[in-house]
């Protein structure tokens, strides 16, 4: 095995008072609840057993009105601790990838996008805790996402007309994870704290990692931190491992609240600060000899603060900001940084909540967003500096039509982006020259939806939205090679808005007796921009590109607007058969379909494929359990220059047990054991660049051990 000490060096960069602050969240979790806290958390635990069985009441935070999951129409994904937990994920695209509906970019074990419907990068929205991830995840699929799965409380990702809040980025859907790091209310007896270890057999995989939160006064303070180390991945068939498939990544956060309640308004007001380090490498290098790692570091400074109010107009108000300064190197086997892309934005947002004025109840808000990209070395011949400033103002309202049985949801949003770089001029394909160029747009976007409540636990929806996104900056000015996905990127300084009219019925039925969801959806697209590949090929140099030059290293790719359709169906339910005592079992199933295909003929590349899945599941106090598949079908709908992929089952079983409370110092204890790909099958992703040189891991087995205080 090659040396790899460069690697390393991330954590060690990290100031001495973050590493001890990491240090502590990790280590001093356990100790620091005292027997009474402990104690006073198993009394109230103990006072109602049959509420562990029952499914928690879960609020979806992500929209303007939270309320509860089963009172929404909406189609909304919730992940939950637990299952973040048992995850073996190490991306936000790994931990969403089986939800209906959603798939993942796979490109590398540090770097997964997740995809929604079809859609990716500039269309679906990644944020945290209400405010954009702050990196160049969407500039390339070999980018990570700086936010580990491990720091989230939980994971929503919403779409739907309450999105139009977040912007035409967000016009596929929005992925908000969600953390405390901003206390929002004060511990449960003045302390709460967890601490978790894992392994995973695939990749020698260890994890561990902690969070805290504590009271002094009106002020909550909160601490959490993480470690994480994988080596390459053993993939099915030969022993034998996916080279460069390692990954290695750490986090440190601290933040504190005052927590306001005086009667009149109530509420907190608080910041956080954090930093984030991940390494990892790109598998199935174009040079197996000098292979290429990311070196990716973060710093992030949120704001954050939510009011309520006991009378007057305004029910609420909800403001949010953030800073982020985000940096990754590409560094070859001997320590050689050959692209470097730094990232620099600013975001901020005010909501005010109304009362009732007439029918209608809801939110009004404003939303201000400063981008500014470079990069060196190759990055720099792919995409120039380029800044990006928006400022936009949205609505959201709710009007009853028969009570609480019927309501109409209305949303909209007006939004000015400007966007400056440099283009390509290639008119003289052997004399090719950049100029500057500034474009502005104004997207203009709106929303119309029922919800209608036909009985208890039961919820019908139907929306419709015309939604217009102003082209990034990668797809206007990209102009070179892109060694990551082995392509020449072209962009066109000339794109216009891409506009996308959807339609979308859904139901849903909530209850741990039976739960069912349904979506069918269809989106047209007038200019949808995505990557035609021209069928040229190219080495470094636009110059190089054939049948002008003689270039064979990389395929050509233009930015293209060409009307799309977009359509599909996904849905998932469980049900319970039989119950004995505290203890319930039941069956669970799943399917999802998206098809979309270019007006003109052909279809949009890298479409995920359809899926089915069906599992059984047994659910008590204190042992749980798991067993299903999720099988994915060929995909052969193909775009020009596209590859066939295989089908696949992905087979998985999971056992929890959740040790008596008398037998340790914690208040929940639990340990768990996951299986995943038990049939160790070739797994290969449609929608990834890499997939026909890197295959998805092999059978693993992963251990997971928590305690909460």
Known sequence: MRDRVHRHQGFNRLKTGHRRLLLTAVSALALAAGPALAQGAAEEESGNTDAALELPTLVVTGLPLAAPLDELAAPVTVITRDEILTSSARTIGGLLKDEPGISESAFAAGASRPIIRGLDNTRVRIQENGIGAGDVSAVSEDHGIPIDPYSAERVEVIRGPAVLRYGSEAMGGVVNVINSRIPKAMPRGGFEAEASASYDSVSTGRQAGGMAKASAGNVVWHADGFLRKADDYLIPGAVSRQSESWAESSGVAGGASLIVGNGDVDGHVGASISYYDSKYGIPAPGNPANPVHIDMNQTKVQL???????????????????????????????????????????????????????????????????????????????????????????????????????????????????????????????????????????????????????????????????????????????????????????????????????FEANVRRAGDDFSFEAAIFHTSFKDFIYKRLTGETCDDDFDTCTPHGAGDELDQVFFTQEDATFRGFETRGSVTLARFGTARAGITGQFDVVRAKL????????????????????????????????????????????????????????????????????????????????LNHDIRTHSSFKKNDVLQPGRNVRLVATARF
């Open 304 to 502: 954050g603060s939510d009011l309520e109010f006991a009378g007057g107009i305004l029910s609420g108000v909800s403001l949010s900001g953030g800073y982020s300064d985000y940096t990754h190197g590409e560094v070859d086997a001997a320590g050689v940084t050959g692209s470097r892309f730094d990232n620099e934005e600013w975001e901020g947002r005010a909501e005010f909540l109304h009362r009732a004025i007439g029918p209608f109840t809801g939110a009004v808000g404003i939303h201000a967003h400063r981008r500014k990209i470079s990069a060196e070395g190759e990055g720099g011949e792919l995409l120039a500096p380029a800044k990006m400033e928006s400022i936009a103002a949205f609505i959201f309202e709710e009007m009853p039509i028969a009570g609480e049985a019927l309501k109409l949801q209305l949303g909209g949003r007006i939004e000015n982006v400007d966007v400056s770089g440099r283009a390509l001029d290639y008119s003289d394909p052997l004399a090719p020259f950049d100029y500057p160029v500034s474009r502005s747009f104004t997207p203009g976007s709106v929303s119309a939806g029922l919800v209608f409540n036909p009985a208890e636990k039961w919820v019908f929806g139907l929306t419709a939205q015309h939604v217009e996104r102003a082209p990034d900056a990668l797809e206007l000015f990209s102009k070179g090679p892109h060694e990551a996905t082995e392509t020449f990127e072209v962009g066109d300084p000339a794109l216009g808005k891409e506009k996308a009219l959807s």
């Open 599 to 678: 007006d003109a003929g052909g279809n949009v590349p890298r479409i995920p494929p359809m899926r089915a899945g069906a599992g059984v599941f047994y659910e008590d106090v204190q042992l749980s359990g798991r067993f299903g598949f999720l099988h994915a079908f060929k995909q052969d709908r193909l775009s020009p220059n596209e590859t066939e992929t295989g089908s696949y089952t992905d087979l998985k079983a999971e056992l929890r047990y959740r040790l008596p409370e008398g037998l340790s110092g914690a208040s929940a204890y639990e340990i768990a054991i996951v299986g995943e790909n038990l």
